[in-house]
Every structure is written in C-alpha cells, then in structure tokens.
C-alpha cells in the first residue's frame, strides 16, 4: 500500500523508502526522518511486494525495511530485488532474534523498536559512510576503464597511481580515443591537426589522397590534450591542435596572431592567445 511519494529535487540526497505494515511505525520514522536534510522519502509501502515495485521504478538509495510483514516478508523483500537495483538497507523491527540473519543480508544496520534517536541517527551515519565507499569505489572502476581504453590494455589501481603514468600514456605512439562503444586508435606520426566541429573531434591525417583522411569522433578537446604531449602537439586556437612537427612555416598576421603552414599545405591561425606556442612550433 503506497501512502505518500515526494518527487526526488536533488541527486546527493538519500532517496528512501520506508517499508512497514504499521502506519504508525512508518509515520514515526518520517516524522524523525525530517530532521535530517539530506534524507528524501519518495515513498511508504505497507507491504514487501509494493516495496519490490517500487525499488524497480524509483531506484532508491536506501530502503527501512521491517521484518515481519503479512505476505511477503522483510527477508522474501530482499531475495525478489535484483542486485543491480538493491538499495542499501536499514532493518526496523520489534523482534531483535532477526539480527544475524539480517547482517548475513549485508544489511547497514538493524534498529530495533521503538527506535531510540541515537540509534537512528548512528544508523544513517553508517548509510551516509557506506554510501560515500560505494560511490569511490565506482567512479575509481568507470576511471580504470576508460583509461584501460585509451591505453588499449586493462589497468590495475597500482598502475595508474604511479606518478609517471600519464607522462607514460603521451608517449605512446598511438592516440587512443574512445568513441560511444568503441575506441579508435591513431598513429600520432600521421597526425596533421585536430580541430572540433561542435561535439564533435575531426582529425585530420595522412592518407592516400593529397588531402588526407579526416577521422570524425565524438570526444572533446580536455580529452585529447590529456593524452597528448604538448610540446609535441600544442594547442594553437581554442578550437585547434597542431602536430609541430607538421609546420613548415610561420607567418605573422594582425593583432598579435599568426598564420602556420603545414607540411601538406594547410593553413591554421595561432591565436594572440596561445602565442606562448610559438617555442615549441618555431
């Protein structure tokens, strides 16, 4: 039985279910629950298969869940949810024999009732620092990822924190790019410039025709100059990159710019703004 839903406002507070057969244990907890800002009820259910439903839909990032509930039960609850979509749990109840099997569930913590303020608030301590550990854990795995991507080889965390890695990653003699699901690699010698068109990198290389190759990917310029080395590719405009080594000649223009002539012909203009360049293109 759902009773009440508020819309979720911002994405760092804890969206929470309250799950309970009591209205008065679940009007309880709400009551308590207000005093703590960063805990948003988007919902109260009376039973474990409304509770089900609603972690699919809602997603909640913590769940007070009772034990003893008429049809499915607090544990029966937890064995229909997906591990993808299970939130963190608090277990409420009035029956403390509950605990072992519920910590054997990885439950945060196990209150028993009435709730005592401080064991309230102890266990949202506990949400709020296993919470914080999830979230490190997987912005650390989603970065070992992509930089196993653009490395083309799968990475450890003692790899990357080695204080030469990225220098390590610019002298590789290829640029990986990630594109959607996919990675690009291109050998940094044929290189000519990069230039952006939007969302969009256009990279343009050496190829059979007198023109070159033009290779389209959806990147920004922040992830390609991470992974080159400047003083080898430079960045000359606020949209443009330039393989030095590709430039044949310099030409001064008005108001403290300038024009550079690649090898292949092509003229790109070195802003007044990047004319710090001018070292490593010279």
Same mark, same amino acid.
């Given at each position: 039985?759902?009773?009440?839903?508020?819309?979720?406002?911002?994405? *760092?507070?804890?969206?929470?279910?309250?799950?309970?057969?009591?209205?008065?244990?679940?009007?309880?907890?709400?009551?308590?629950?207000?005093?703590?800002?960063?805990?948003?009820?988007?919902?109260?259910?009376?039973?474990?298969?409304?509770?089900?439903?609603?972690?699919?839909?809602?997603?909640?990032?913590?769940?007070?869940?009772?034990?003893?509930? !008429?049809?499915?039960?607090?544990?029966?609850? $937890?064995?229909?949810? !997906?591990?993808?979509?299970?939130?963190?749990?608090?277990?409420?109840?009035?029956?403390?024999?509950?605990?072992?099997?519920?910590?054997?569930?990885?439950?945060?913590?196990?209150?028993?009732?009435?709730?005592?303020?401080?064991?309230?608030?102890?266990?949202?301590?506990?949400?709020?620092?296993?919470?914080?550990?999830?979230?490190?854990?997987?912005?650390?795995?989603? $970065?070992?990822?992509?930089?196993?991507? $653009?490395?083309?080889?799968?990475?450890?965390?003692?790899?990357?924190?080695?204080?030469?890695?990225?220098?390590?990653?610019?002298?590789?003699?290829?640029?990986?790019?990630?594109?959607?699901?996919?990675?690009?690699?291109?050998?940094?010698?044929?290189?000519?410039?990069?230039?952006?068109?939007?969302?969009?990198?256009?990279?343009?290389?050496?190829?059979?025709? !007198?023109?070159?190759?033009?290779?389209?990917?959806?990147?920004?310029?922040?992830?390609?100059?991470?992974? $080159?080395? !400047? *003083?080898?590719?430079?960045?000359?405009?606020?949209?443009?990159?330039?393989?030095?080594?590709?430039?044949?000649?310099?030409?001064?223009?008005?108001?403290?710019?300038?024009?550079?002539?690649?090898?292949?012909?092509?003229?790109?203009?070195?802003?007044?703004?990047?004319?710090?360049?001018?070292?490593?293109?010279?």
């Amino acid at each position: 039985m759902k009773t009440d839903a508020i819309t979720p406002v911002t994405a *760092q507070r804890i969206r929470t279910l309250i799950v309970d057969d009591e209205p008065l244990a679940r009007r309880g907890l709400e009551l308590r629950l207000a005093e703590h800002s960063d805990i948003q009820i988007v919902g109260q259910y009376g039973d474990g298969a409304a509770a089900i439903a609603a972690v699919h839909a809602l997603r909640p990032d913590l769940m007070l869940l009772d034990v003893q509930m !008429p049809g499915v039960d607090g544990f029966a609850t $937890l064995r229909n949810i !997906p591990a993808a979509e299970m939130p963190l749990v608090v277990f409420v109840t009035a029956y403390d024999h509950y605990a072992i099997r519920a910590f054997e569930t990885a439950a945060v913590d196990y209150l028993l009732k009435p709730v005592e303020d401080s064991r309230l608030h102890q266990a949202l301590a506990r949400v709020r620092q296993t919470r914080a550990q999830h979230a490190a854990k997987s912005h650390c795995a989603q $970065l070992l990822e992509l930089l196993g991507q $653009l490395s083309g080889r799968p990475l450890d965390l003692h790899e990357v924190l080695q204080s030469d890695f990225l220098e390590q990653l610019r002298r590789e003699d290829k640029l990986a790019v990630r594109d959607g699901q996919r990675t690009v690699k291109v050998d940094l010698a044929c290189i000519r410039w990069i230039d952006a068109a939007g969302d969009y990198m256009c990279i343009h290389t050496d190829g059979e025709m !007198p023109q070159g190759n033009t290779i389209i990917l959806r990147a920004t310029m922040r992830e390609l100059e991470r992974q $080159l080395d !400047p *003083q080898r590719f430079p960045r000359i405009h606020r949209s443009t990159i330039v393989n030095a080594r590709r430039v044949v000649e310099l030409r001064p223009h008005t108001n403290g710019e300038s024009f550079l002539r690649l090898d292949c012909g092509q003229e790109l203009k070195l802003s007044r703004t990047h004319r710090d360049k001018l070292a490593v293109l010279i």
